[in-house]
C-alpha cells in the first residue's frame, strides 16, 4: 500500500476557491499545479502546497470559456508551462499562458480522452470515437493536422471494441511517447518519430477479476462480439512520466502500476488514504522535477493528494 499525504483539502480552502468535481490535473515544471475545475467551468492555478493562485477560462462566450466536459483526462502543461485543455462538447483544444492569459484555440475533428505535448510543442490526442482509424492524432500548436499513428486493438465497429480501443498517453522528457488502453492491460512505447518500441502487458490485479472472467478476458473475444454488453473489469483512468522516466497508471480509482523507462512493469501497489476516506481517484500525474511528488485528484471530494516517489 501506498500512503497519501493532502496537499489540497476542500473543507480547508477558501469558499470562493473550493474545486467542484474537478476532472483533470497538470503539474509544470515550477510545481504549480494546474486542475480543470469541471463543475464551475474554469482552471485553477495552485501552489505545490495547494495554496490557491488564479482561476481562468471561466464560463462565458468568448473564445477563452472552458465549458465542462466529464471526466476525459483533458488538460497538459508544456515545458513554458502553457496550458492545453481538451473540450469534448465542442470539441476543441484551447491554449492559455501559465497566467491564464488566452492564446488560441482550433477544432477537432473528434472529441478525445487525453491531451499530452512534447518539447516540440506539439499535441498528441486520443480520439473518442469508433470511426477512428489509429491511435494518436498529432496536431502542431496551431491546429495543423502533422500524423497519426498506432495501430487499434481490434478493428471491429460497435461500442465494445470502442471502449478497448480508447486510450491515454503521456511523453517523457525525451519525448517518446507512452500509451495505456482504458480497458485493456497493456502499454506501449513509441518514439519520437512515431515507431513502436516495446509492448509491455501487465498483470490486472486480483481484486478487480476472478479466475473465471480472467479466462474469458480476450480480444478475440471482443472482436467476435464487439457490441456486447460486457463490462471490462479494468478502467485505466490515466498515465504520467515522471523526471526520472518512471511511469504510473492509475486503475480503478484505487490501484497503481509503475512502470520502468523501457515499459516494463515493476510494481503495483493499493493506494490507502489518510483517515480511511472513501476517496475516488480518477487522475494522476508525475511531476517533471526530480524527486517531487506524484498527484492524485478525488472527484468526489475535489481534493488533491501526494504520493512520495517509488
Given at each position: 500500500?501506498i500512503?497519501?499525504?493532502?496537499v489540497?483539502?476542500?473543507s480547508q480552502?477558501?469558499?470562493?476557491?473550493k474545486?467542484?468535481?474537478p476532472?483533470?490535473?497538470a503539474?509544470?515544471?515550477?510545481?504549480?499545479?494546474?486542475?480543470?475545475?469541471?463543475g464551475n467551468s474554469?482552471?485553477?492555478?495552485?501552489?505545490?502546497?495547494?495554496?490557491?493562485i488564479?482561476e481562468?477560462?471561466?464560463?462565458?462566450?468568448?473564445p477563452g470559456?472552458v465549458?465542462?466536459?466529464?471526466?476525459?483526462d483533458?488538460?497538459a502543461?508544456?515545458?513554458d508551462?502553457?496550458?492545453?485543455?481538451?473540450?469534448?462538447?465542442?470539441?476543441?483544444?484551447?491554449?492559455?499562458?501559465?497566467?491564464?492569459?488566452?492564446q488560441?484555440?482550433f477544432r477537432?475533428?473528434?472529441?478525445?480522452?487525453?491531451?499530452?505535448?512534447n518539447?516540440k510543442r506539439?499535441?498528441?490526442?486520443?480520439?473518442?470515437?469508433a470511426?477512428s482509424?489509429?491511435?494518436?492524432?498529432v496536431?502542431s500548436?496551431?491546429?495543423q493536422?502533422?500524423?497519426?499513428?498506432?495501430?487499434r486493438l481490434?478493428?471491429?465497429?460497435g461500442?465494445?471494441a470502442r471502449?478497448?480501443n480508447?486510450?491515454?498517453?503521456?511523453?517523457?522528457?525525451?519525448?517518446?511517447?507512452f500509451v495505456?488502453?482504458?480497458s485493456?492491460p497493456l502499454i506501449r512505447?513509441?518514439?519520437?518519430?512515431?515507431?513502436?518500441i516495446?509492448?509491455n502487458?501487465?498483470?490486472?490485479?486480483s481484486?478487480l477479476?476472478g479466475?473465471s472472467?480472467?479466462k474469458?478476458?480476450?480480444?478475440?473475444l471482443?472482436?467476435k462480439y464487439p457490441?456486447?454488453?460486457?463490462?471490462?473489469?479494468?478502467?485505466?483512468h490515466?498515465?504520467?512520466i515522471d523526471?526520472?522516466?518512471?511511469g504510473?497508471?492509475?486503475?480503478?480509482?484505487?490501484?497503481?502500476?509503475?512502470?520502468?523507462?523501457?515499459?516494463?512493469?515493476?510494481g503495483?501497489?493499493h493506494?490507502r488514504?489518510p483517515?480511511?476516506r472513501?476517496n475516488v481517484?480518477i487522475?494522476?500525474v508525475a511531476?517533471p522535477?526530480?524527486?517531487?511528488?506524484?498527484?492524485l485528484?478525488?472527484?468526489?471530494s475535489?481534493?488533491?493528494?501526494?504520493?512520495?516517489?517509488?
Amino acid at each position: 500500500q501506498i500512503r497519501l499525504s493532502p496537499v489540497y483539502l476542500s473543507s480547508q480552502q477558501e469558499i470562493g476557491f473550493k474545486l467542484s468535481a474537478p476532472a483533470a490535473i497538470a503539474v509544470g515544471r515550477s510545481g504549480n499545479l494546474y486542475v480543470f475545475d469541471d463543475g464551475n467551468s474554469r482552471i485553477v492555478k495552485l501552489d505545490l502546497r495547494g495554496k490557491f493562485i488564479a482561476e481562468f477560462g471561466q464560463r462565458d462566450s468568448g473564445p477563452g470559456a472552458v465549458r465542462p466536459g466529464g471526466l476525459n483526462d483533458s488538460i497538459a502543461v508544456d515545458e513554458d508551462e502553457n496550458v492545453y485543455v481538451s473540450d469534448p462538447g465542442t470539441p476543441k483544444v484551447l491554449i492559455f499562458s501559465s497566467n491564464g492569459t488566452f492564446q488560441r484555440s482550433f477544432r477537432l475533428p473528434f472529441p478525445s480522452t487525453s491531451i499530452a505535448g512534447n518539447r516540440k510543442r506539439e499535441i498528441f490526442l486520443t480520439p473518442d470515437t469508433a470511426r477512428s482509424t489509429q491511435l494518436i492524432y498529432v496536431f502542431s500548436e496551431t491546429g495543423q493536422f502533422l500524423r497519426r499513428f498506432g495501430e487499434r486493438l481490434i478493428e471491429s465497429p460497435g461500442n465494445l471494441a470502442r471502449n478497448i480501443n480508447v486510450a491515454v498517453a503521456a511523453c517523457d522528457a525525451n519525448d517518446n511517447l507512452f500509451v495505456a488502453f482504458r480497458s485493456w492491460p497493456l502499454i506501449r512505447k513509441y518514439s519520437p518519430d512515431a515507431k513502436l518500441i516495446s509492448e509491455n502487458q501487465f498483470t490486472i490485479p486480483s481484486e478487480l477479476i476472478g479466475e473465471s472472467q480472467r479466462k474469458n478476458y480476450s480480444l478475440d473475444l471482443f472482436a467476435k462480439y464487439p457490441d456486447s454488453a460486457f463490462m471490462p473489469p479494468i478502467n485505466t483512468h490515466s498515465i504520467s512520466i515522471d523526471a526520472r522516466g518512471t511511469g504510473y497508471l492509475l486503475l480503478n480509482a484505487h490501484s497503481m502500476v509503475v512502470f520502468a523507462p523501457t515499459g516494463r512493469v515493476t510494481g503495483q501497489f493499493h493506494f490507502r488514504a489518510p483517515r480511511d476516506r472513501n476517496n475516488v481517484f480518477i487522475r494522476l500525474v508525475a511531476s517533471p522535477k526530480a524527486k517531487a511528488p506524484t498527484y492524485l485528484l478525488d472527484t468526489r471530494s475535489g481534493e488533491i493528494y501526494a504520493a512520495a516517489q517509488l
